[in-house]
């Protein structure tokens, strides 16, 4: 069994690797709070706010998902091919508990297993991480610029060099030029808003 609440952000983060924000320059004892705000803020987008100091953020990115430590604005992606226990930890950490778990035998890509978070989806397979599935208002998830669903085409083009996919049997789907990064639309036009967003291998029936 994973024992998720034993562990702390900064060892979650630490076990995940990689590199420090650019921006995240550590914050002296006097300005913690202010730093910690405003990189929360940054790195969140319209993301709730956590629940605690110690909850760290969790971002939507091409081919991972990102954790963020608000109290030093580090972040460590949880890339696909990481391990599905350390990937739902990390999850964990940022959401809480998971609200089901399955595993789907019918999947264009082989048999997969998945973790759900309300509206966030994880796909695994043979316990990696391979893709993530976003949809409805909660748990509200955004890029670290800060798309997300109800966001407009504009602003998720503004931040991802996006075309729209012609004749999707999904409806107005669009993508990135890498193909590592998707999502619907409830319309046509810049003003169109999203609806769903998804990265990697996510089961999706066309």
Request: charged share 20%; with cysteine; glycine share 12%.
């Amino acid at each position: 069994m994973i024992r998720f609440a034993s562990l702390t952000v900064p060892m979650l983060l630490a076990a995940c690797g990689g590199t420090s924000l650019p921006n995240a320059a550590a914050p002296n004892e006097a300005a913690t709070a202010e730093a910690v705000a405003n990189e929360s803020e940054a790195a969140a987008g319209n993301m709730a706010a956590p629940a605690d100091a110690t909850t760290p953020l969790l971002n939507l990115a091409p081919e991972a998902l990102s954790l963020v430590d608000p109290q030093t604005g580090r972040a460590r992606e949880l890339a696909f091919g990481t391990a599905r226990a350390l990937t739902v930890t990390g999850a964990t950490a940022a959401l809480g508990k998971p609200s089901d778990t399955g595993r789907n035998e019918e999947c264009g890509e082989g048999a997969m297993e998945f973790v759900e978070f309300g509206g966030l989806t994880l796909w695994f397979q043979q316990n990696k991480f391979v893709g993530w599935f976003l949809e409805g208002a909660k748990p509200k998830l955004t890029t670290a610029t800060g798309a997300g669903i109800g966001s407009t085409r504009k602003q998720v083009a503004d931040a991802l060099a996006i075309s729209d996919v012609p004749d999707s049997s999904l409806g107005r789907e669009f993508a990135t030029d890498k193909g590592d990064f998707s999502g619907l639309l409830d319309g046509a036009g810049d003003g169109a808003k999203v609806t769903a967003l998804w990265s990697g291998q996510t089961c999706i029936f066309r």
